[in-house]
């Protein structure tokens, strides 16, 4: 599903450049729950905002689902975003003045999909991640699970080969990090290819498979035996 | 581009933002009511100028003789020139076939008239018959003085309205005789002047007549005339200047006054004066204009900065959509379409406070200067045309700066 070769990148800090990304080579089959770990500098963000389309590596290839991806225009990229990813954020990134319900629905109004059918396909990932009593409510009365719930029924709402989530239990407690993973983990048995990036070994664990960066460059890439993340709740 | 969708978007948008929207549009509507304002009451003046020469013939040219303030031919000045029958037969014989209505008069300043037991006092001008069109008096009942009035000597006499008002009340006026200095004089018509009580407080004597009863031997007052049309106004103004020169010239020679004295032989031009009337007005609406599309240009970029606040408060907004994948025209025209709305929903309100403005307070402010102040349809149209413009550019700006925001960027935006 991705593939990735050679992948640099760097920011230019003043007049110095900094390099974090050193020559990234990794890839993802269909299917796989993976995590990239690593601490703050390592360069897991950055990595993730490429393969997110958010961002654009300055050497190396990137192959998702057999497209490359490769000076795309806004556009193309804005295209793409919208039919291969979903995303999670650690800050939920809801749209505030909307309620769930149409917050869920926004990546179908940017596949121009029709008003009635989009919120019947809204409804019923609200429906799946337990929320459907709650869409018409604003993110500011939700609880900040909810609101993930809400981001994750958003990320899957549009069919996405890949869902992309970064830190996205940083803002929750334990117990509710560990529901919102017990809902991935469901996700991800589906068929979805989901990777998490996360500083918590034990939200890593919950994964099936961890990659570890330090300084840009993959130390460790290793599968594990996973948690399932209902005992813990 | 104009989906139910995008609609929606957009009143989403505004009903959760209503103060900022409140006062966007409260920019945008305060230019446009002081554009119309402004307008309305530079039609006002065009049509109360308008008026005003509407009182007399609009080519009108009158010529009266004053005192000399030059010497000349060792003549001193302060010497008064009188025009005499002569001067006005001379002017008519050279230049009679240039002249559309012409006439000399002999004026009096006032004069007690009375009927029966009411009394009062009246400008009194002695004229020929053309001058019924110089003065564009209006018969309303019997006739002017005619030429028979003129040849033999009647005391025929035309009074104003205001004149038949107050001395015959509601009685026909016609074949009546009123009273002046003991003498009797017939009625034999009435006018109306579009200049109003002032020139309809006039009695018309026959010329001939009133030379001979304030025994003013061959004295006329001055000397009257209007101008055929001509095609153009320009044309009109340009052969009635140098037909007036050529007059005036004239009429110096005979009366040896310098040519350079600007008081012994004096001209009102009305076309000339007009005209100098009509620039200042078109000037005046220019400015009016200017100021006008100032101030809804100040609104405007009022509204341009209120829309770049907007995309800088929705920058995170923004992110998500074009993370989502959401295109950059799309978020162009959300923002473009949202300032589009409210520049033109809060114009016409402004047009139509305006409108409602000059309809209830325009009839207050009527001044011998100021009439009927109201706008055209064609401006109302243009500033309409002018409101979906500038909408447009007030947005486009800030909506392509928020297109072009990168989404990692505008993600990190707290």
Same mark, same amino acid.
Not at chain 1, 38 to 62: V, W
Not at chain 2, 233 to 261: N, Q, W
Not at chain 2, 315 to 331: D, F, H, N, V, Y
Not at chain 2, 356 to 372: D, K, P, R, W
């Given at each position: ?233 | ?47 109360? !100028? ?19 303030? &030059? ?47 009411? %009394? ?18 209006? $018969? ?34 016609? #074949? ?19 200049? #109003? ?11 001939? %007549? ?9 004295? !006329? ?43 012994? &032989? ?33 609104? $405007? $970029? ?47 309100? #402004?047009? !139509? ?29 243009? %500033? ?17 700066? #928020?297109?072009?925001?990168?989404? !990692? ?6």
């Amino acid at each position: 599903m991705i593939e990735i070769k050679d992948l640099h990148k760097s920011y230019k800090v003043g007049k110095n450049s900094l390099h974090v990304l050193k020559g990234i080579n990794f890839s993802v089959k269909e299917g796989e729950l993976v995590s990239i770990m690593g601490s703050s500098g390592s360069g897991k963000s950055t990595l993730l905002n490429i393969l997110g389309m958010l961002d654009e590596a300055e050497k190396g290839t990137y192959h998702l689902d057999g497209v490359e991806i490769k000076n795309l225009s806004e556009k193309i990229a804005a295209n793409y975003r919208n039919k291969f990813l979903g995303f999670i954020f650690q800050s939920f990134n809801l749209i505030n003045y909307k309620n769930a319900l149409d917050n869920v629905a926004l990546p179908l109004y940017y596949q121009n999909v029709k008003r009635k059918e989009r919120t019947e396909i809204a409804m019923s990932y609200l429906e799946k991640v337990g929320l459907a009593q709650w869409a018409k409510h604003l993110p500011t009365e939700l609880s900040g699970g909810q609101k993930q719930r809400v981001a994750i029924a958003r990320a899957l709402a549009g069919q996405p080969k890949v869902i992309l989530a970064d830190e996205l239990t940083g803002a929750l407690d334990s117990t509710t990090s560990y529901e919102i993973m017990e809902l991935i983990q469901e996700i991800n048995d589906e068929g979805k290819t989901i990777l998490v990036v996360t500083h918590e070994d034990d939200i890593a664990h919950m994964t099936k498979r961890i990659v570890n960066l330090r300084d840009g460059i993959i130390i460790d890439d290793r599968k594990v035996d996973q948690v399932k993340a209902k005992a813990h709740v | 581009m104009f989906s139910i969708e995008r609609w929606s978007e957009v009143f989403e948008a505004i009903s959760k933002n209503k103060l900022r929207t409140f006062l966007t549009g409260f920019s945008v509507s305060i230019g446009i009511l002081i554009l119309v304002l402004l307008l309305g009451v530079g039609e006002g003046m065009k049509n109360g !100028i308008e008026l005003q020469f509407a009182q007399d013939a609009q080519n009108r040219v009158q010529i009266w003789s004053g005192v000399t303030t &030059v010497e000349y031919k060792g003549l001193n000045p302060g010497r008064r020139v009188q025009f005499k029958n002569k001067d006005y037969d001379l002017v008519t014989k050279n230049y009679g076939d240039d002249l559309e209505y012409k006439s000399s008069t002999y004026q009096r300043w006032v004069n007690v008239f009375s009927y029966k037991e009411n %009394t009062s006092s009246y400008r009194i001008e002695g004229v020929l018959p053309d001058y019924q069109f110089l003065e564009n008096a209006g $018969i309303i009942q019997g006739r002017f003085i005619n030429q028979q009035d003129q040849d033999r000597y009647t005391k025929n006499v035309v009074i104003g309205k205001k004149v038949r008002n107050e001395l015959f009340k509601t009685e026909n006026p016609l #074949g009546k005789l009123i009273k002046s200095n003991g003498v009797n004089y017939k009625v034999v018509g009435v006018f109306q002047d579009p200049g #109003g009580d002032r020139e309809e407080s006039r009695v018309f004597f026959p010329l001939s %007549t009133m030379q001979k009863i304030y025994g003013a031997g061959n004295d !006329i007052s001055n000397i009257s005339f209007t101008l055929p049309k001509a095609a153009t106004y320009e044309e009109a103004v340009k052969k009635s200047t140098a037909l007036v020169g050529e007059i005036e010239t004239l009429l110096k020679a005979r009366h040896s006054v310098a040519p350079e004295d600007t008081s012994g &032989v004096n001209y009102f031009n009305s076309i000339a004066e007009a005209k100098k009337f009509y620039d200042l007005m078109a000037n005046m609406n220019l400015f009016f204009w200017f100021v006008g599309i100032a101030s809804l240009l100040a609104g $405007i $970029i009022g509204v341009s900065n209120i829309m770049l606040i907007i995309v800088k408060e929705r920058t995170k907004e923004i992110g998500i959509r074009k993370a989502l994948g959401a295109q950059p025209s799309s978020i162009i025209w959300m923002i473009l379409h949202e300032s589009i709305f409210v520049t033109a929903i809060s114009g016409f309100t #402004g047009l !139509i406070l305006g409108l409602l403005l000059l309809e209830a307070v325009g009839s207050a402010i009527q001044t011998e200067f100021i009439s009927n102040p109201e706008v055209n349809l064609n401006v109302a149209i243009s %500033t309409v045309i002018v409101l979906v413009v500038s909408g447009a550019i007030a947005g486009f700006f800030p909506a392509r700066r #928020g297109a072009k925001i990168k989404p !990692i960027v505008a993600l990190r935006e707290e």
